[in-house]
């Protein structure tokens, strides 16, 4: 029997919600057995691929190239998670959403630089006027909230969809969690 194409996706986020799907521990091999991790920051893959039935998205559309990966990512997946809350709230990215794009870029790249100051024109890619939740973007179909969700909620929520069955999440996490 084929096995199930998983991914997980960084955009804009801290990285805490693929430590905490990293803090499923032994119960990886449990995963392994039945799926094929092949998109990840844990990996080498560099492209998103096709054909993939499950994708884990941790952080928030903040940039030109998470819009875009985000938007691929879509395309290209069966079933689409929003991990954490700044996937599902922007959260901690959203908290730039009060200021002006040109006072955040001088604040980051101006104001607290003291060797050659200014704004890059290369490799960053350019920031949405606001950090914003993936669903405002693409259509998402399981919501796990958490700051991080406990890896006990992600490993139950990928347990679940790979019985065929939806997860119910409300009573394992929470906003904040
Ligand atoms: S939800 Fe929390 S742990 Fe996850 S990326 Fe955002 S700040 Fe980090």
Known sequence: MSKVRL??????GCSGCH??????DERI???AEKVDLVYS???????FPEHVDITLVE????NEDDLHKIQLVRERTKTLISLGDCSI?????????????KDVYDRAYREN??????????VVPPLLPYSRPIHEFVPV?????????????????????????QPEVSTKTRFGA
């Not at 991914?7 to 804009?12: C, Q, S």
């Not at 003291?114 to 290369?122: E, K, L, M, N």
């Not at 958490?146 to 065929?164: K, N, Q």
């Open 89 to 101: 709230t922007a959260n901690v990215p959203g908290m730039r959403n009060p200021f002006r794009t």
């Open 7 to 12: 991914a997980t996706v960084w955009l804009d």
């Open 59 to 62: 952080g928030a559309v903040s």
């Open 41 to 47: 920051p844990l990996v080498d893959a560099k492209v």
């Open 29 to 31: 091999l449990t995963l």
């Open 19 to 24: 430590m905490s799907f990293l803090d499923i």
């Open 141 to 165: 179909d399981v919501f796990v909230p958490g700051c991080p969700p406990s890896a006990d909620t992600i490993f139950y929520v990928l347990t679940e969809l790979l019985e065929g069955r």
């Open 113 to 122: 630089v003291t060797f050659d100051p200014g704004v890059p024109t290369q």
